[in-house]
């Protein structure tokens, strides 16, 4: 019984690090800096996506994931290309060896999607688990010392207006404020 309850012990000791660690998440964006995400169909014949991992601490080595383009049924994938080396694609899922080890943000993918301007307003394309992974239900990443981490995925909006939600970034931008500022504001 001794011995069962050490074992059980240095497992729960060995696995509390790896749980603690942050893998940040994979972003869709409009730009390669990850700072819109946000996409106008306005009539060009293709648009150009990027995803991208953010806010990796420990850097970022490779990712399992997909795309779900159901919300935005007018627009389809042109071309695809990637950092490092694919297994599948975006709509059916893809693993992505990224060959090497880089800091965040890097972008892994860029998607160049069919578009002829009749993309209905606040269509969302979706970052969601690749459908063939082992692990059901998880977008996962490597990070740089080869930790399996699950990440959230964010989406990214065709034609956003004023009913649009937000573009379903789950880390949420803050800014630094004093309290007094903040104060200051409902006085």
């Known amino acids: 019984m001794k011995k069962a309850l050490l074992i059980t012990m240095a497992l729960v000791l060995i696995a509390i690090p ?10 869709l964006f409009a730009d390669q800096l990850g700072e819109n995400c946000a996409l106008f169909d306005s009539g060009a014949p293709y648009l150009t996506f990027y995803v991208i991992h953010m806010d990796a601490p420990n850097g970022g080595s490779a990712a399992q994931y997909a795309i779900d383009y159901s919300g935005a049924p007018e627009l389809s994938v042109f071309a695809e290309s990637h950092l490092g080396v694919p297994i599948g694609n975006t709509e059916e899922g893809l693993s992505l060896g990224y060959g090497g080890c880089f800091q965040s943000p890097v972008v892994i993918s860029t998607i160049v999607l069919n578009a002829l301007g009749n993309s209905a307003p606040c269509s969302i394309l979706r970052i969601i688990p690749d459908p063939n992974n082992i692990v059901p239900d998880e977008i996962q990443v490597t990070d740089c010392d080869l930790n399996l981490i699950n990440v959230v995925g964010a989406s990214l909006l065709i034609n956003p207006d004023a009913s649009c939600p937000d573009c379903g970034l789950l880390p949420v931008a803050t800014e630094i404020d004093t309290w007094g500022s903040l104060k200051s504001l409902y006085r």
Not at 18 to 27: I, K, N, R, S
Request: a negative charge.
């Open 18 to 27: 790896a749980a603690g660690q942050e893998g940040g998440y994979l972003g």
